[in-house]
């Protein structure tokens, strides 16, 4: 439940005309916006185009403000910290004692921090918030402080803006062991992507970028971008791994530009981490925008979806007008099993070169550390958007799963850092606040990667 401290009646409505309405907001779908001078909160529903259609209710500030340091006063009483633990999953136990040097354990973060541009130019989505909380130097420092307590042996950033990376992020984690890379968007977008990894557990092999935007492609005609990394463990170099680290488009209505995304990063992956007729294991972290539920999901941890019947821009059963089987324009050389067509010459399997038939697939059949049966069922949640919901993921490859012996894979999941569900967010109240310095909160799995292969 939320405290209003106090509130002020007025006893006017108070019309604003159009040209008010901060630049870039649609009025009929806004539902709250703040004007940053004298703190006041509007709410209106829009009608029309008019500036008499736009009806304004006034409020003082603290009327919709929510301190997450004052949960406990409010009937509830856990900390983010209680309620984030870590459990572990449920066949780990099954693992068998091996010498060292066999296997490395290791943790990785995936974590979305907010661009600090994006909260100041769209204000209204962070109204219930209390204005220190989104303060850049109070969350960078919040954020520094989430950072040396978890201690991830990987860490990967998105919404990180490139000043901040150069004058913020790069300074910290190099002064804490790390190394580390960064891609920004492209057209000059603020923020990108940003992997580190300590330097007393891995180095550095391959770096590799995606950039989705390609002239030209209607489908494929936003700024997002993809980093992927492949590191050795110190302690057996011959191996090596593949870090993903990327943040899809938002746009809720445009699933059919996730998929193209998703395609164009699935094909750079397979040529990437393509070994010997096999590949090397993969942990893909991000801020992916789709849900669990979704067929985007589903194609990721299935490795297939049939499109061709679905609705153009959803990608839902219902909708007029449909996919078809065109989807990717074949010039850009990418099959339906999201593979580059030179990697399939190359590896003389060029009858795998499938266009335009209806059908997606892939090789890597991704599990989910946070939508997994190895834990206890439970709806968790990482930002809000229209509600509390799942849209960042630790996706990984075990190579093995078929096997009943967890040592037998190549990689085993150990561990994950809890989530809050979506009552648990409820109550601790609206990111960023004085317990999370974003408005995502942070992912954390622990994994034990085999040398037995």
């Not at 500036?51 to 209710?57: E, I, K, V």
């Not at 572990?88 to 907010?114: H, P, W």
């Not at 209505?253 to 070994?275: M, N, S, T």
Request: with cysteine.
């Amino acid at each position: 439940m939320i405290q209003f401290y106090s509130c002020r009646i007025v006893s006017h409505i108070k019309l604003v005309p159009a040209l008010q309405i901060p630049r870039g907001i649609n009025s009929k779908k806004m539902k709250r916006s703040m004007e940053y001078n004298n703190y006041n909160y509007y709410q209106y529903t829009s009608s029309g185009h008019e500036a008499a259609n736009y009806h304004f209710r006034e409020y003082h500030t603290s009327t919709a403000r929510f301190d997450s340091r004052h949960v406990r006063s409010q009937g509830f009483d856990r900390t983010l910290t209680e309620i984030r633990k870590w459990e572990s999953a449920t066949d780990c136990q099954k693992l068998k004692e091996r010498q060292e040097g066999q296997f490395l354990d290791f943790t990785i973060m995936s974590y979305n921090v907010l661009a600090q541009q994006y909260l100041e130019t769209m204000p209204y989505l962070y109204s219930k918030c209390y204005r220190e909380d989104l303060e850049w130097p109070i969350r960078q420092q919040r954020l520094l402080d989430q950072f040396k307590e978890s201690e991830a042996d990987i860490v990967c950033l998105q919404e990180v803006e490139a000043e901040h990376y150069y004058e913020t992020y790069l300074p910290f984690f190099q002064s804490q062991g790390y190394y580390g890379t960064f891609k920004q968007k492209t057209r000059k977008k603020v923020d990108g992507c940003a992997t580190f990894f300590k330097r007393c557990k891995f180095s550095l092999k391959g770096e590799h970028s995606l950039e989705m935007r390609k002239n030209g492609k209607h489908i494929l005609n936003r700024d997002n971008i993809a980093l992927i990394s492949i590191l050795a463990p110190l302690k057996n170099p011959s191996k090596e791994i593949c870090i993903v680290n990327t943040h899809l488009l938002y746009n809720p209505k445009r699933e059919d530009v996730r998929l193209a995304q998703l395609q164009l990063l699935l094909a750079e992956i397979d040529h990437v981490a393509f070994r010997d007729a096999t590949y090397l294991p993969v942990v893909f972290c991000g801020d992916l925008n789709l849900s669990p539920s979704s067929s985007l999901y589903s194609f990721l941890s299935q490795g297939r979806l049939k499109y061709e019947h679905l609705e153009q821009k959803k990608l839902t059963n219902n909708g007029s007008k449909i996919v078809g089987k065109i989807f990717l324009p074949k010039d850009l050389h990418i099959s339906d099993s999201c593979q580059h067509l030179k990697a399939l010459e190359k590896r003389n399997c060029i009858e795998k070169a499938v266009f335009s038939s209806g059908t997606l697939t892939h090789a890597l059949a991704f599990k989910s550390v946070y939508n997994s049966d190895k834990f206890p069922k439970a709806h968790m949640a990482s930002t809000y958007q229209n509600d509390w919901t799942l849209v960042d993921y630790i996706l990984y490859s075990e190579n093995g799963e078929e096997l009943d012996e967890p040592e037998k894979r190549e990689l085993t999941l150990l561990k994950r850092l809890r989530l809050p569900t979506d009552e648990d967010c409820k109550k601790l109240g609206p990111l960023p606040n004085s317990q999370n310095g974003s408005d995502h909160y942070h992912l954390e799995a622990k994994f034990r990667w085999h040398f037995n292969k």
